[in-house]
């Protein structure tokens, strides 16, 4: 695991993402922003199309955006291993399992860390930071 804060001189991408359910289960959605230098924030919502719990919605929603990022990146020819990135989410659940603070108990939510977790080593460098719910909500203006 390679997390940290990013270092000095690296190029910083900062994904910000919210998932949710209406009703827990409930039909889940998602929103992310991918931050990449030199380029225009891109800002997209997710609607599941399936019932999950809100910490699966989060989960899909962040690796969304992953496989959504490592695709611009490779579509542009840049290696991922260039790049440190910087997450935040309002889920202090995401954040304390994928920083290890956590154990991730749930079977359900077992693959989506392990994926995750994936995705993330692919970057040089990596972090997550908890911010209440109206700072993230800020990003997408709701």
Known sequence: MKTG????GRPT??????????GNPGPAYGSYR??????PPVVQRIDFGEELTNNQAEYRTLLTALYVLLAELEQNGASPASFAVSIMTDSELVAHQLSGKYKVRHPNLQ???REAMSLLDRFAQWS?????REVIYSYFGH
């Open 5 to 8: 804060q990013p270092q000095e």
């Open 128 to 132: 997550i930071t908890w911010r209440p």
């Open 34 to 39: 991918l931050e990449i230098p030199d380029r």
């Open 13 to 22: 991408i900062v994904v910000i993402f919210d998932g949710g359910s209406q």
């Open 111 to 113: 693959p989506l860390h």
